[in-house]
């Protein structure tokens, strides 16, 4: 999928001219198109747990990242952690953040669009009765989450919209996806 390309292909630091080649073979072979990506977790010790990325699979077959990615997880001080690390919705919103400007700055590129600014800042609404278990009528995850972009763009206010929109962590979000959880016990 990779080709020689000049340096003029590039848009908004994305070789353009790969990237849109590589659309049009997943487009043309969609069995490459299915992608799992995964990550283990272990708990180290209170709050504190991280969490290993090293390999996905795509176009078809297993495939390794050059080297395995750790985040860590914890929680504030104030509620008992080591403050060692952002806590798990922390890191959603993170995860959040960058979704939206990787996805913008790729589909901005392949259309052309020029982005010479791109930044966001995002909050996110709990209460934390829920998660401690004092009210079973509460919900445990985020209420609301506000995401504010600013950017410097050829594209116009409605055309960003359109590209943040195809962010995949947004459309969880957004729209829910199915989780199956099991547990395996040494008991």
Same mark, same amino acid.
């Given at each position: 999928?990779?080709?020689?390309?000049? %340096?003029?292909? #590039?848009?908004?630091? $994305?070789?353009? =001219?790969?990237?849109?080649?590589?659309? @049009? !073979? +997943?487009?043309?072979?969609?069995?490459? @198109?299915? !992608?799992?990506?995964? @990550?283990?977790?272990?708990?180290?010790?209170?709050?504190?747990?991280?969490?290993?990325?090293?390999? !996905?699979?795509? +176009?078809?077959?297993?495939?390794?990242?050059?080297?395995?990615?750790?985040?860590?997880?914890?929680?504030?001080?104030?509620?008992?952690?080591?403050?060692?690390? %952002?806590? %798990?919705?922390?890191?959603?919103?993170?995860?959040?953040?960058?979704?939206?400007?990787?996805?913008?700055? #790729?589909?901005? @590129?392949?259309?052309?669009?020029?982005?010479?600014? +791109?930044?966001?800042?995002?909050?996110?609404?709990?209460? $934390?009765?829920?998660?401690?278990?004092?009210?079973?009528?509460?919900? =445990?995850?985020?209420?609301?989450?506000?995401?504010?972009?600013?950017?410097?763009?050829?594209?116009?206010?409605?055309?960003?919209? =359109?590209?943040?929109?195809?962010?995949? $962590?947004?459309?969880?979000?957004?729209?829910?996806?199915?989780?199956?959880?099991?547990?395996?016990?040494?008991?």
């Amino acid at each position: 999928m990779k080709t020689e390309t000049s %340096p003029s292909t #590039y848009c908004n630091g $994305v070789d353009a =001219e790969s990237l849109r080649n590589t659309i @049009a !073979f +997943l487009g043309e072979n969609l069995d490459k @198109a299915q !992608f799992k990506f995964r @990550a283990r977790n272990r708990w180290i010790d209170g709050s504190l747990n991280e969490a290993t990325i090293d390999s !996905f699979h795509a +176009l078809g077959e297993e495939q390794s990242h050059e080297h395995a990615h750790v985040v860590q997880a914890d929680q504030p001080a104030l509620i008992l952690g080591k403050d060692v690390a %952002p806590n %798990p919705v922390e890191n959603l919103l993170a995860a959040l953040s960058s979704c939206i400007a990787t996805t913008t700055i #790729y589909h901005a @590129a392949a259309n052309g669009e020029t982005i010479e600014a +791109l930044s966001s800042e995002l909050e996110g609404a709990i209460d $934390v009765q829920g998660f401690m278990g004092i009210d079973p009528e509460v919900r =445990e995850g985020f209420n609301e989450i506000t995401v504010k972009v600013k950017a410097r763009s050829s594209a116009n206010r409605e055309r960003l919209m =359109e590209l943040i929109s195809k962010s995949p $962590v947004l459309d969880v979000l957004r729209n829910g996806t199915k989780v199956a959880v099991t547990v395996e016990t040494d008991r």
